[in-house]
C-alpha cells in the first residue's frame, strides 16, 4: 500500500553584516550524509559498510542506533553534518549500495573573522534545552542550527527562517514513486549592525593576549561601533560540534575567552566614578568646585586609615585638580558629604547598575550600591567606611565596560540619555542637531521641527554647568601637565580626547607592601589591580565614547590609556567615512 512522506528542508540563516555591509555572519554550501531508518532493509549492515566508506568511530555509531530507537522510523538523522568533498563524493560512488542513504548539499553558519566572536555570538545544534525555551523550534527541521549567544541567539527567531519541505509519494517498501509538492522554505532576516568591522580588527589586534575589554560608543544616537572582548574563540568551531581537545583549552583558559568581557565583566569602576561623584555632589549642592583640600597621602575615619594612591600625597587640591591628579583623599572627603544614596541615585540615572542593551542573555547588570541595597542583599547596615570606599569606585560597586561607556558617552553628550543599539534603525536622531543649535542659538525658541524631533529628550542634569565641569576636568587629566593621562595626549586638536584613568583593586594593598613601595608589575598576575581607562572625542566637538579595561593591567595610565589613544585615532580617522556611508543609505531609504 502507498503512503505519503514529509521530509523538512533547513531554511537559510539570514546573514549579519557591519556597519559598511561587510559580512560578519553569513553561509556556506556543506555536504551532509541523513538516513531515513524506514528505507533501510538492515540497519547493521548499513552502519558497517557507512563506517568503513567514512571511517565513523564505534561511539558516533552506537549514538546514532540509540538516537534511531527514540524516534519514528521514518523520521530521517544526520549522521555528518559536515562531509569533505572526498567523503560526499565517495557516498555518491556507492549510493546503489546504501539504501536509505540520503547525501544532502545544505548551508551552514561561516563566521569569517574572530574579532566581533562575542558580540555576534555562535550557532550550534539544537539542544533538548533549546527546544524547551524556544517554541518556534518545535516544527523545525533535522539538522537546523540555533543561535547560542550574542545576536546569534538574540536574533534566533526571524534570523532562522522559515522551514521548507518535500512530500513524495512511497511504496510498501519505503522506495519513493513519485514528488507531490515542494515548498523551498524562506530565508531568514538580514540584518545590518553599528558595528565597524575594520575598527574590531584593528583593536582585537591591539589586545592580542591580553583579558581585555574596549567598547566605543556614538554619544548621540548611541551605535555601538565597536565592543571587543578579548581573549577571543572560533565561533566556527561550534557550527558542526566542538573538538573536545579546543573545548577543553577554552574552558581551561584563565583569561576566559568565552566570556563576553564587554557585557557580562564585572570590575569596580575604581576611579573612573569619580567624575559621577563630582557630578552628583555639584548637582545636589553639597560642595563648592573651588574648595581645597590639603591631601597628605592618607585621611582617617573611627581610627581606620584611608589611604590615597600618591604615598606622599598630592597637597592642596581643589575639585578640578583632584579630578585631573585622580586624588583620593579628596574624593573621600566629597564622598563622605555626599553620602552613598544621592551618589547611588546620580550613577544609575547614568547607566551604571543596569543592563544596557535588549536581549543578550550573557549580559550582566552590575551593582551600585546603597544603604537600602545592603540591607536587602547583605542583611547589615551601612557604614560610613564604606561611602569613602565608594567615593573611588571599590568597595561594592561593579560595572560592565559598556556601562562605563555609556555613563562617558552621557557625560559628553552634554548629559542626555540615549538608548545604545548594535543593530542599525531608520529612526532619526536629532540629538546633535538639538545641542548645535542650543550652542550657537541659546536664546532662540527651538525650530517646529526639531521640537517636534526631540520630544522626548531626557536631560539627566539640574544644572548643564554641573556637566561642564566634568568635562573640563576630564580634559586637564589628559591634555594638562600632572594629569594621570598626560603621556597618552594626543596633540593634534582632530583627535583631542578628555579621559578619566582608574584602577580597580582586585585585592587589598597590606601595610608592608605600601611602606615598601611594591609596584604592580613586582605582584603575581592575579593579584594586580584592573587597570581602566574612559574617554570621548574629539574635546571640542565630541562624537565618540570609549571605555577600555584590562584585567589586572596594573594602572589605567600605563595599560588601558595607551590602547584607548590608539583606538580613538582609529575611530576618528574613519568617522567621515562612516558619514559619507551613512548619507548614501539614507538617500537611498
Not at 546514532?64 to 569533505?84: G, H
Not at 542513504?101 to 569569517?112: C, D, K, N, Q, W
Not at 559598556?402 to 559628553?412: D, E, P, S
Amino acid at each position: 500500500k502507498n503512503r505519503f512522506r514529509e521530509w523538512k528542508l533547513a531554511p537559510e540563516r539570514g546573514i549579519i553584516r557591519d556597519y559598511f555591509n561587510k559580512e560578519i555572519a553569513s553561509n556556506e554550501k556543506v555536504y551532509q550524509l541523513h538516513i531515513t531508518p524506514e528505507n533501510s532493509p538492515n540497519l547493521e549492515t548499513l552502519f558497517f559498510r557507512l563506517k568503513n566508506i567514512l571511517n565513523l568511530s564505534n561511539k558516533r555509531i552506537f549514538y546514532l542506533k540509540r538516537k534511531i530507537a527514540k524516534q519514528k522510523p521514518w523520521e530521517p538523522i544526520i549522521v555528518s553534518d559536515n562531509l569533505s568533498w572526498s567523503e560526499f563524493s565517495r557516498i555518491n560512488l556507492f549510493l546503489h549500495e546504501l539504501p536509505g542513504v540520503e547525501p544532502i548539499v545544505s548551508v551552514a553558519r561561516l563566521y569569517p573573522d574572530q574579532s566581533s566572536a562575542h558580540l555576534v555570538g555562535y550557532v550550534s545544534q539544537v539542544s533538548q534545552k533549546d527546544l524547551q525555551k524556544k517554541q518556534y523550534l518545535k516544527d523545525m527541521s533535522v539538522g537546523i542550527a540555533v543561535g547560542k549567544t550574542g545576536l546569534e541567539n538574540r536574533l534566533d527567531r526571524d534570523i532562522i527562517g522559515k522551514v521548507g519541505f518535500q512530500r513524495y509519494e512511497v511504496n510498501a517498501f519505503g522506495k519513493r514513486i513519485k514528488q507531490i509538492q515542494v515548498d523551498p522554505g524562506k530565508a531568514g532576516s538580514n540584518y545590518r549592525t553599528t558595528i565597524d568591522i575594520e575598527v574590531q580588527k584593528f583593536t582585537s589586534e591591539i589586545l592580542k593576549d591580553k583579558a581585555a575589554s574596549v567598547c566605543v560608543m556614538d554619544i548621540y544616537n548611541g551605535d555601538i561601533i565597536s565592543m571587543v572582548s578579548s581573549p577571543s574563540y572560533n565561533p566556527n568551531s561550534f557550527v558542526h560540534g566542538i573538538d573536545k581537545k579546543y573545548w577543553n583549552e577554552l574552558i581551561s583558559n584563565e583569561k576566559k575567552p568565552l566570556t563576553n568581557k564587554a557585557i557580562a565583566g564585572l570590575y569596580p569602576p575604581g576611579s573612573t566614578i569619580k567624575t559621577i561623584v563630582a557630578l552628583s555632589a555639584l548637582e545636589n549642592d553639597v560642595w563648592n568646585p573651588k574648595k581645597y583640600i590639603n591631601c597628605n597621602g592618607l585621611t582617617e575615619l573611627y581610627g581606620e586609615k584611608f589611604h590615597c594612591w600618591k604615598k606622599k600625597g598630592h597637597g592642596p587640591m581643589n575639585m578640578r585638580s583632584a579630578i585631573q591628579r585622580s586624588c583620593d583623599v579628596y574624593f573621600y572627603e566629597v564622598a563622605r558629604l555626599l553620602g552613598v544614596d544621592r551618589l547611588s541615585e546620580t550613577a544609575k540615572k547614568f547607566g551604571l547598575g543596569k543592563k544596557v542593551l535588549d536581549g543578550f542573555i550573557e549580559e550582566r547588570s552590575g551593582v551600585v550600591p546603597n544603604t537600602a541595597w545592603k540591607r536587602k542583599f547583605i542583611g547589615k547596615n551601612w557604614y560610613l567606611g564604606e561611602t569613602l570606599h565608594s567615593g573611588i569606585g571599590q568597595g561594592y560597586f561593579q560595572s560592565t565596560p559598556l556601562q562605563l561607556c555609556l555613563m562617558t558617552a552621557q557625560l559628553a553628550n552634554g548629559g542626555f540619555e540615549i538608548k545604545p543599539r548594535v543593530l542599525v534603525n531608520n529612526k532619526k536622531n536629532r540629538l546633535k542637531d538639538y545641542i548645535d543649535f542650543k550652542n550657537k542659538n541659546p536664546n532662540d525658541p527651538l525650530p517646529i521641527d526639531m521640537l517636534v524631533a526631540n520630544f522626548d529628550l531626557k536631560p539627566l542634569f539640574r544644572n548643564q554647568e554641573n556637566i561642564n565641569f566634568v568635562k573640563d576636568a576630564m580634559f586637564a587629566a589628559t591634555n594638562e601637565p600632572g594629569g594621570t593621562s598626560y603621556r597618552s595626549r594626543l596633540n593634534d586638536k582632530n583627535f583631542m580626547f578628555a579621559g578619566k584613568t582608574g584602577s580597580s583593586q582586585v585585592k587589598r594593598f597590606t601595610e608592608l607592601q605600601r611602606e615598601l613601595e611594591v609596584k604592580q608589575d613586582d605582584i603575581i598576575y592575579k593579584d594586580r589591580d584592573h587597570a581602566l581607562f574612559i574617554a570621548f572625542a574629539p574635546f571640542s566637538d565630541p562624537k565618540y565614547a570609549i571605555s577600555v579595561v584590562v584585567e589586572h593591567g596594573g594602572s589605567g595610565s600605563s595599560s588601558a590609556a595607551p590602547i584607548a589613544k590608539k583606538v580613538i585615532k582609529k575611530v576618528l580617522e574613519r568617522d567621515k567615512i562612516r558619514e559619507k556611508f551613512n548619507n548614501l543609505t539614507s538617500e537611498e531609504i
